[in-house]
């Protein structure tokens, strides 16, 4: 390890039952716990044998050639100090084995597996790599870093995208690098731009897109979230 971090908080009053019990209620952690390149699938379960009814983020530092990886050990409903917690072994190896994909910033497995590229272009080399690994499970690739993302694209699980709506998400990004917010589903395309010219450049790239499914739409917002709305539906003008 090379750093462990905290945050520990209490029940708040809406959750107590009384503020007497508030006095007393037990303090809880999240913990973000930075490793090295090489940290071994026992050692992740070491971490996790420790938390009790905490949380954590195992995060391993980029080098050796291998890009950063998270993997979220969050603690199973209803389980106590002493029950067993382990660690998945598919889902390490998935994190571990697609943050050496080249350009990954980050992967985690949680409920949804994310795989973090630095650039539009990466995004279909990582969504075809998802589908071949993730099996029935949600996952996605967003464009940005750990901490901050651009796009996102969902292609497997609930509510997938096609590779031909995969490859108009990663036109759109990389055409409008001033594109604030863009999120890709089965279901609904939304983003936010800078103007009313890009809202429509937009809106037009996935009406001449096959649609996902019965429905799907495309909404923009311009100049912010907020703003004023420009939509369409997938696959309308093919």
């Known amino acids: 390890?090379?750093?462990v971090t905290a945050s520990?908080?209490?029940p708040d009053d809406s959750h107590c039952v009384s503020r007497e019990y508030l006095k007393t209620a037990a303090w809880s952690a999240d913990f973000t716990v930075h490793v090295r390149a090489g940290?071994?699938?026992?050692?992740?379960?070491a971490v996790r044998s420790t938390l009790g009814s905490s949380t954590a983020t195992v995060t391993a530092a980029a080098g050796d050639g291998v890009a950063a990886w998270e993997l979220?050990?969050?603690?199973?409903?209803?389980?106590?100090q002493t029950a067993p917690l382990l660690v998945d072994e598919r889902g390490y190896q998935l994190v571990t084995a697609a943050a050496a994909l080249p350009n990954v910033t980050v992967t985690q497995q949680?409920?949804?597996?994310?795989?973090?590229?630095?650039?539009?272009?990466?995004?279909?080399?990582?969504?075809a790599w998802l589908r071949a690994h993730v099996d029935g499970d949600d996952s996605s690739v967003y464009v940005g870093t750990a901490k901050t993302w651009t796009t996102s694209v969902s292609v497997t699980g609930l509510s997938p995208v096609s590779e031909e709506t995969v490859e108009t998400a990663a036109q759109v990004a990389a055409a409008h690098p001033d594109l604030r917010r863009m999120s890709v589903s089965g279901s609904l395309v939304t983003a936010v731009v800078p103007t009313e010219g890009?809202?429509?450049a937009v809106?037009?790239?996935f009406e001449g897109t096959p649609a996902d499914s019965d429905g799907q739409r495309v909404s923009v917002w311009w100049p912010d979230g907020n703003g004023h709305e420009v939509s369409g539906r997938v696959g309308s003008a093919r």
């Open 39 to 45: 940290f071994t699938l026992e050692q992740v379960r």
């Open 72 to 80: 979220t050990l969050a603690n199973p409903s209803g389980a106590t």
């Open 8 to 10: 520990y908080w209490q």
């Open 1 to 3: 390890m090379t750093k």
């Open 203 to 205: 809106v037009a790239a």
């Open 110 to 127: 949680d409920n949804l597996t994310t795989i973090r590229v630095r650039t539009p272009e990466s995004v279909p080399a990582a969504a």
């Open 198 to 200: 890009q809202a429509k």
